[in-house]
């Protein structure tokens, strides 16, 4: 996304530049405005709970990897929320911290934690259990569509990797 926006972050991979290459062939200018001035960090109020979601971390919001072995969980100790939702990393996580959830939902596609099942997160904002849930999808559809436009068996791989 940033490097639709003209920010050019990191290099590709052959896979993200023939990703970037076929999104930058395809995306609406409106989308690509949306994108444009999509925000880094978004906050609101839930139920009471101050909810905060940051594409990788409060401190990188683009970049940094946040696993369930994260080394410095201390540091989200001084964010100002109840709730810290990440992405980024494409592995769903439930954490609790200083009396803080950090919660990254995964993914739907390109799993990380090797189950190629959608993952999402369930939050429930009165009592702040939450739950990783998993749904099937047909995995080789979306893999026989990205071959049509052109991508190699390495995305196909990617998408379908499990224990």
């Known amino acids: 996304d940033a490097h639709l926006c003209g920010d050019k972050i ?4 052959p896979i993200e530049l023939k990703s970037f290459e ?4 395809h995306i609406t200018n409106i989308n690509l405005d949306k994108l444009r001035n999509a925000p880094l960090q978004q906050e609101l109020s839930i139920d009471g709970l101050k909810v905060v979601m940051f594409h990788a971390s409060p401190w990188d919001k683009l970049e940094e990897y946040v696993y369930p072995d994260y080394p410095d969980f201390e540091k989200f100790e001084v964010v100002d929320a109840d709730v810290i939702i990440l992405g980024h990393t494409h592995y769903p996580m439930i954490k609790q911290i ?6 990254n939902p995964g993914s739907c596609g390109q799993p990380r934690d090797y189950d190629p099942r959608a993952s999402f997160a369930i939050l429930d904002t ?10 099937q999808y047909d995995v080789e559809e979306v893999c026989q569509a990205v071959r049509k436009l052109g991508f190699d068996s390495k995305l196909s791989a990617i998408l379908k990797r499990s224990r």
Do not use: A, P, W
Request: no cysteine.
């Open 98 to 103: 200083g009396g803080r959830l950090i919660i």
């Open 10 to 13: 990191k290099d590709l991979s």
């Open 22 to 25: 076929y999104t930058k062939n």
């Open 126 to 135: 009165l009592t702040k259990e939450v739950s990783i849930e998993r749904v």
